[in-house]
C-alpha cells in the first residue's frame, strides 16, 4: 500500500550541518544546491506520493519502467510523455557529491542514526526486520571497487580472496573527513568436529547479545584501508586480544616485529563496522559481504564456498534488507551465482543491478544479453540495473584526489565510448542510468524510504519486545531497602485471603473452580458408587440362563448372559473381589497446571481391562461421565447374587427343624460383600480431592507471590504448604477410611422406611424380570405343543393370556425377597455412605484447611520471633545470577525506552509535518 499523500516543505540544508561541497569535487556546470533551490517552487508535491511499490518498497525510478515499456512496443512519444523529467544534468550526474544528496535532510541521517543504534544493541525479533542496504556478487565482480566508490574510500587489495567478513559502512554529511572503526561480535567462536543442528556456521555459535568493541578512529583517509585490513586480521583470530591489531599501538608494533600473521580461521560472520563522516558523503547504511565463487583454490580456502553462501543467504532473507547485485560485464551474466541466489530467495523485487566493468567488454558490438538486462527483457528487476565504470587494476591515480579524478574519468568514459555517448545504442540510459554519482542518489531516496514505511513495524517490535521486558522484570523486582517486613506480611495475608476465598462455595466463580470441579468429582463419586450395585442371576433349573443386573440406569432392561457364578463371601484384604474380577487402583488425575478458571479434566485408566469381559451396562457408559472413576472395579456388581447360590447359602446357613427359616447371616454376607468394593473408588475420590485442593492452592501461592518467585520467601513458602498439605490429607485418609470400616463391619440402619422402600422397588423389578422367565418357559413349552410355531403375532398374544395359575407355582419367593433385601440395603448404605464422606471432607476437612492457612505462613517462617526485619530481608534477597538477569533486563528496558522515544519523536513530528502542510525533504525532485 502507498504511503498516505503528504506535502514536504523544502527546507535549506544549511543550518542543519549539510554545506555546499568543496568546489573541486564538482565538474564544471555542476547545480550547486543554492541553485537547484531557487528553480525549484517552495512548496512541491510528496516524493512517495503516487508512487508504484513492491511490498511496501517504493519503486521510485519511473525512467527506467518507461525504458522497459518501450521495448515492450511502446512509441518514443509515448514513452517521454510517461518518463519524468531527468533528475540532473550529465554533468552533475558524475559528480562524487551529488547535489541530491545534500537534500537527503537531516531527518534521514536521524532515521539512519535510529536504525543503526538499534542493530548495535542486537534486538533479536527486531534485528531482520531493520531496513539495510547489502552489497553482494561474485568474487571478482568489482563490488569492493563499488563499495569504496560509494563510501569514497579505499578498501585492501591484493590477490585472491580479500573480504572475510561481513563490513558494515555507515556514511553522512561533516564537515570534515572522520572515520571510526569498530567490532560487531554477533557469534562466538567455538572450534567443532560437527556443526550442531540449526547453528548457521561452523565453529561460530550465534551470541545471546551484541558487543561493540572500538577498534581504531582515523582523520586521514589514506590510513583507512590499512586500519581496515588489520580489523579482518583481527576478526580472524578471536582468540587473541584485540589491542595486538591496531595500527600505531605498541602491542601491533610488536607483533609486527615478531612477524606473526597466521590466522585461527578463514572467515568470520562478525562485522567490521566503519562509520564515515565528511563533505558531501550520503547519509547511507549498507554491508559488504564476501563474494561468492564456486571452488576452493587451495587449503586456506577450506569451507569457505559453503559459509559465503551461507553468510549471503543470510543476509538476503532480510525481508527489508535492500540489496545492490555487482554484475561484471566482461562475464556471461547467466553465470552470475549471486543472482541466481536472489532468484532462488524470490527476492529480486528487493534487488537493484548494478553492472560493472563495462570497459571491459569483449566484443566491438553490444553485448546482445547486456543489451536485454538495460532494456529490461532479460533478468529483470523492478528496481532496474545502473552502470559504473571504475579505474582498472594498475591505474595510476592514487592520493587524496583519487575518487575526484576516479569520477571524473568515469564521466569522460561514459561522454566518449561509443556504446554510451551520444548517439551510441546505450545512450537513452546515459543521464539516468549511468555513474556512481547516479548509484550514490538512487540509494539515498530508497533507502530513505524504506526507513520511512519500516517504522510502524519496527515500533511494533520494539513495544512488544519491551512488554515482554517489563513482564519478565515483574518476577525480579528490586530488593526494597526498608519496610521489607510491611511487603512480605502483606503478601502473605494476600494469600490467606485468595487460598480462602477459592475455597469458600460462597465466592465460586469462573475465577474460583475449585468447588465447581470438587462438585462434578462428588457427582461422579456417587455414579461409580451406584453403577456398582449388585445384578441377580436369576437362572434355575426350570428356566432359561437371565442375568438381571440392576446396575444400570433403566432397572427394567436386562442383561442376558449365560455366565455361571459362585458368591464369594466378604473378604479381608487382597487385590481379587469377591466377584471374581480383578483389581485396578483407582485412577488418579494429572494437576492442572492452572487450576482457576478451568474445567478439571479426568481421563479414566483402563489399563489391562481388555482382556477382562465386560458387563453389558459398563460398554454403553461415557468415560467422560465418570472421570477418574472410569475403572475396572465398575463391574465389581455384575454377577453378584444368584438365586440358586442364594438357596444353596440359605440351606448351609439353616436350622434343623425351623422351615423357611433364613439366618440373618446370608442377607449379611451378601450385603457386605457387594459393599466391600467401594475401596477403590473411595479411594480415587480422595486421591483427587487431595490433588485437586493441592493444585488450587499452591497455584494461588505462585500467583500471590510471582514476582518473588526466585527468593527463599516463595521457596520456603511453598515447602510449608507442601508439608501442611501432606499431613492434612494423611489425618483425612484415616477420617474417611473409618466411614468405610463402618459400613463393611457391620448390618445397621435406623432409616427403616427409606430401606423397606428401597427393598419393596428392588422386589419389584426381580419379580417382574423373573415372572418374565417363567412365562417364557411356559411359552415354549405349550406353544410349541399347539403346532403354532413361526406364527409371531399368535406367539405375542398367547404369551399376553398367560395367567399366573397357569404358571407352575414360583419356587424362589424367597431367594427373591433375600436378593430384594440386600439390594435395598446397598441403596440405603450407598446414599448414606456418599453423603457422609462429602459431607465430612466439606464440613471438616476444607473448613480445617481454611482455618490453619489463616496465619501458617507467617508462624512457619519464624515472622513473630527475633529481628523480624532482617529475617524478610533474607527471605527477599535472591542469588548473584537473579541480580546479573535483572541488571541485563534493565539495560534492556532502558535502551527500547529510548529507541521507542527516538521512533516515536520521528512518527509524532511526521503526522506534525502532514498536519501543518509543513514538507520535508527527502531527495531532489
Not at 275 to 299: C, Y
Not at 305 to 329: G, P, Q, R, W
Not at 667 to 678: D, E, G, K, V
Not at 897 to 914: A, G, H, K, M
Request: net charge neutral; aromatic share 8%.
Amino acid at each position: 500500500m502507498a504511503p498516505a499523500a503528504r506535502r514536504w516543505k523544502r527546507e535549506s540544508t544549511a543550518p542543519h550541518g549539510l554545506m555546499t561541497p568543496d568546489e573541486s569535487l564538482y565538474s564544471a556546470g555542476s547545480v550547486t544546491p543554492k541553485r537547484e533551490m531557487q528553480s525549484v517552487s517552495d512548496v512541491v508535491e510528496d516524493p512517495f506520493q503516487g508512487i508504484a511499490q513492491q511490498d511496501g518498497l517504493p519503486i521510485i525510478d519511473e525512467g527506467y519502467q518507461s525504458m522497459v515499456f518501450e521495448q515492450q512496443g511502446r512509441s518514443e512519444s509515448h514513452r517521454k510523455s510517461q518518463a519524468p523529467p531527468s533528475s540532473s544534468t550529465a554533468s552533475s550526474t558524475m559528480t562524487p557529491a551529488n547535489n541530491g544528496l545534500m537534500l537527503v535532510g537531516r531527518d534521514t541521517k536521524k532515521l539512519i542514526d535510529t536504525i543503526d543504534q538499534l542493530r548495535k544493541i542486537g534486538l533479536k525479533s527486531v534485528d531482520t526486520k531493520l531496513p539495510e542496504l547489502v552489497l553482494v556478487g561474485d568474487q571478482s565482480a568489482g563490488k569492493s571497487s563499488l563499495m569504496g566508490a560509494i563510501a569514497e574510500i579505499n578498501l585492501p587489495k591484493g590477490s585472491g580472496i580479500c573480504t572475510r567478513c561481513p563490513t558494515n559502512i555507515k556514511t553522512s554529511h561533516a564537515d570534515s573527513w572522520g572515520c571510526i572503526v569498530s567490532l560487531q561480535l554477533t557469534h562466538s567462536f567455538k572450534p567443532e568436529k560437527r556443526k550442531p543442528a540449526g547453528q548457521e556456521f561452523q565453529n561460530w555459535p550465534e551470541r545471546d547479545d551484541v558487543s561493540t568493541i572500538p577498534f581504531k578512529t582515523i582523520h586521514n583517509k589514506s590510513d583507512l584501508e590499512e586500519v581496515l585490513k588489520w580489523a579482518q586480521i583481527a576478526l580472524l583470530n578471536p582468540s587473541e586480544d584485540i589491542e595486538s591489531f591496531i595500527p600505531g599501538s605498541i602491542r601491533h608494533t610488536h607483533r609486527l616485529q615478531q612477524g606473526v600473521q597466521a590466522h585461527e580461521t578463514n572467515f568470520s560472520p562478525n562485522i567490521i563496522a566503519v562509520e564515515i563522516s565528511g563533505p558531501g558523503l550520503p547519509d547511507l547504511s549498507f554491508f559488504d559481504l564476501p563474494g561468492l565463487f564456486n571452488a576452493k583454490r587451495n587449503d586456506d580456502e577450506e569451507g569457505l564456498v559453503l559459509a559465503f553462501d551461507t553468510m549471503t543467504s543470510h543476509y538476503i532473507k532480510h525481508e527489508n534488507a535492500l540489496l545492490i547485485c555487482a554484475i561484471n560485464m566482461s562475464a556471461d551474466p547467466g553465470l552470475s551465482k549471486t543472482k541466481a541466489e536472489i532468484s532462488k530467495l524470490k527476492a529480486d523485487k528487493r534487488c537493484i543491478g548494478v553492472l560493472t566493468m563495462p570497459d571491459r567488454l569483449q566484443s566491438d558490438n553490444p553485448h546482445p544479453d547486456y543489451d536485454k538486462i538495460l532494456k529490461g527483457l532479460s533478468f529483470y528487476l523492478p528496481h532496474g540495473y545502473f552502470v559504473t565504470k571504475q579505474p582498472a587494476p594498475g591505474t595510476k591515480l592514487h592520493g587524496s584526489t583519487y575518487h575526484v579524478d576516479a569520477r571524473r574519468e568515469e564521466e569522460e568514459f561514459f561522454n566518449t565510448e561509443k556504446f554510451w555517448a551520444p548517439g551510441g545504442v546505450w545512450s537513452q540510459f546515459r543521464d539516468d542510468r549511468c555513474g556512481t554519482g547516479t548509484i550514490q542518489k538512487y540509494l539515498s531516496k530508497q533507502f530513505a524510504a524504506l526507513i520511512m514505511s519500516s517504522i510502524p513495524d519496527i515500533t511494533e517490535k520494539i513495544h512488544a519486545q519491551l512488554a515482554q521486558v517489563e513482564d519478565e522484570l515483574s518476577y525480579l523486582p528490586e530488593v526494597p531497602k526498608d519496610k521489607v517486613q510491611h511487603i512480605v506480611r502483606q503478601h502473605l495475608t494476600k494469600f490467606s485471603q485468595a487460598a480462602e476465598q477459592s475455597l469458600d462455595r460462597s465466592y465460586a466463580s469462573h475465577h474460583h473452580s475449585f468447588h465447581g470441579d470438587w462438585k462434578r468429582l462428588c457427582v461422579q463419586f456417587q455414579k461409580a458408587i451406584e453403577f456398582m450395585r449388585p445384578g441377580c442371576v436369576l437362572k434355575t433349573p426350570t428356566t432359561e440362563k437371565v442375568v438381571i443386573n440392576i446396575d444400570v440406569s433403566d432397572d427394567d432392561e436386562a442383561s442376558q448372559r449365560s455366565f455361571s457364578v459362585t458368591p464369594k463371601r466378604a473378604f479381608e484384604g487382597g487385590n481379587e473381589s469377591p466377584f471374581g474380577v480383578k483389581r485396578h487402583k483407582p485412577n488418579v488425575i494429572t494437576t492442572p497446571t492452572r487450576p482457576v478458571g478451568q474445567r478439571f479434566k479426568h481421563e479414566g485408566d483402563m489399563s489391562g481391562s481388555r482382556s477382562i469381559p465386560r458387563s453389558f451396562g459398563f460398554n454403553k457408559i461415557k468415560p467422560s461421565e465418570y472421570g477418574p472413576f472410569y475403572n475396572g472395579y465398575l463391574d465389581a456388581g455384575w454377577r453378584a447374587l444368584s438365586l440358586v447360590d442364594i438357596r444353596k447359602e440359605i440351606s448351609s446357613q439353616g436350622l434343623a427343624g425351623v422351615p423357611e427359616y433364613v439366618n440373618l447371616k446370608v442377607r449379611q454376607s451378601f450385603a457386605l460383600t457387594a459393599i466391600h468394593p467401594w475401596k477403590e473408588p473411595l479411594g480415587t475420590f480422595m486421591e483427587n480431592t487431595f490433588k485437586l485442593l493441592r493444585s488450587v492452592l499452591l497455584f494461588t501461592l505462585h500467583d500471590v507471590l510471582r514476582s518473588y518467585e526466585h527468593t527463599a520467601l516463595y521457596r520456603n513458602a511453598k515447602e510449608i504448604l507442601e508439608e501442611f498439605l501432606t499431613q492434612q490429607e494423611a489425618e483425612q485418609r484415616a477420617i474417611t477410611m473409618q466411614f468405610y470400616t463402618t459400613e463393611v463391619g457391620d448390618l445397621f440402619t435406623v432409616n427403616e422406611d427409606d430401606f423397606l422402600r428401597h427393598k419393596a422397588e428392588a422386589l419389584e423389578v426381580l419379580s417382574k424380570q423373573r415372572r418374565e422367565l417363567r412365562v417364557k418357559a411356559y411359552v415354549e413349552k405349550n406353544f410349541h405343543k399347539k403346532g403354532k410355531q413361526g406364527e409371531e403375532d399368535a406367539l405375542e398374544k398367547f404369551k399376553e393370556k398367560v395367567t399366573d395359575e397357569q404358571l407352575d407355582p414360583e419356587t424362589y419367593g424367597r431367594e427373591l425377597e433375600v436378593a430384594a433385601y440386600i439390594r435395598g440395603y446397598y441403596t440405603t448404605a450407598r446414599l448414606r455412605f456418599i453423603d457422609s464422606v462429602c459431607a465430612n471432607f466439606n464440613a471438616g476437612y476444607l473448613r480445617k484447611i481454611k482455618q490453619d492457612l489463616s496465619y501458617l505462613l507467617e508462624n512457619k517462617l519464624g515472622l513473630d520471633h527475633g529481628d523480624s526485619e532482617a529475617t524478610c530481608q533474607q527471605l527477599l534477597e535472591g542469588n548473584a545470577e537473579i541480580a546479573k538477569k535483572r541488571a541485563a533486563l534493565q539495560k534492556k528496558r532502558n535502551q527500547l525506552i529510548e529507541f521507542s522515544r527516538v521512533l516515536d519523536q520521528l512518527t509524532n513530528r511526521s503526522e506534525d509535518d502532514v498536519n501543518q502542510g509543513s514538507h520535508i525533504i527527502i531527495g531532489d525532485e
